[in-house]
């Protein structure tokens, strides 16, 4: 959970950069492996281009995968994967007007990208939806990355007492 939490945090500092750089230039990417260079301009910055190819990339998967974890009725990764959609769906629905037809991003919008940091920010905390029900997922990796790291360990320590001269 806490691994979870600090790569959340990163990926918000790192987003905060990216708002600041946007002052300066519109993000331009020579190698585009997420599609970016080929969404049609939003009056966002790098920050809404990220976070917008993103969930345009990950929203099928994560719906997918709800329906395996759902299917073979995972209690730990499907609240997960739902909290993760619930997300990205409230992002895309608040950006539309009364018909469903997605609004422009006004110019200026320091307003609104701040109020897109308070949201991410608001998602990271730990009694929000997504860490709530996402931290049994970070809490399992851990542990079998724990578990294995001390079986590399003990297991490399029985082959240097077996072996003489390791």
Known sequence: MRFLALLLKAAFVVSFFCVAAQAQTKLKLPIDPLGLNSRAPTGGGPLEDIIGALDAKLLP??????KLATASNSKVTAPCYQAWIDIINVRQKAVQDSTGQDMAMPDPAVITKFEKLVELRNSLQ????FMIKCSPVASMVRKDIVGFIGIVISGGAGLATMVPGL
């Open 61 to 66: 998967d994560l719906q997918y995968a709800l």
């Open 126 to 129: 730990p009694d929000s939806d």
